[in-house]
C-alpha cells in the first residue's frame, strides 16, 4: 500500500501561481501511476494531470493544459502539479492519487488518495 501527502495549497489571487506537492511512502511506489484531481463543494472529483515515475508521460485535463505542468522527482518520491494563470474556477480541494491498474482520468480506479489540499483563487 502507498501512502500519500500532499502540501502547498493555499490562498492566491487570479493570475498568480502555487506548486503542489504529493510525497508518497510505501511498497513498490514506482509501478504506480500518479494523478491529481480536484474537487469543489458538492460537484464530484475530477481529474487534473497524471503521470508515471520515470516515463516521460503526461496527461491533462483540457480545463488546465498549457497552464498546469505535473512532474516528479524520483529520488524523493514526490509528485509536483506547478500551477501558474491561476483562474477562481480553479478553486478546489486538490487530491493526489495512485493508481496500479485501469483509467488515469477515472478516480474510482485509484488505489489509494491523499488527504486533500486547499487551493482558492481570489478574482
Known amino acids: 500500500q502507498v501512502q500519500l501527502v500532499e502540501s502547498g495549497g493555499g490562498l492566491v489571487q487570479a493570475g498568480g501561481s502555487l506548486r503542489l506537492s504529493c510525497a508518497a511512502s510505501?511498497?513498490?511506489?514506482?509501478?504506480?501511476?500518479m494523478g491529481w484531481f480536484r474537487q469543489a463543494p458538492g460537484k464530484e472529483r475530477l481529474f487534473v494531470a497524471a503521470t508515471r515515475w520515470s516515463v516521460d508521460s503526461t496527461y491533462y485535463a483540457d480545463s488546465v493544459k498549457g497552464r498546469f505542468t505535473i512532474s516528479t522527482d524520483n529520488a524523493k518520491n514526490t509528485v509536483y502539479l506547478q500551477m501558474n494563470s491561476l483562474k477562481p474556477e480553479d478553486t478546489a480541494v486538490y487530491y493526489c492519487g495512485a493508481v496500479r491498474v485501469g483509467s488515469y482520468r477515472r478516480p474510482n480506479d485509484y488505489n489509494c488518495w491523499g488527504q486533500g489540499t486547499q487551493v482558492t483563487v481570489s478574482s
Open positions: 510505501g511498497r513498490a511506489v514506482g509501478s504506480y501511476g
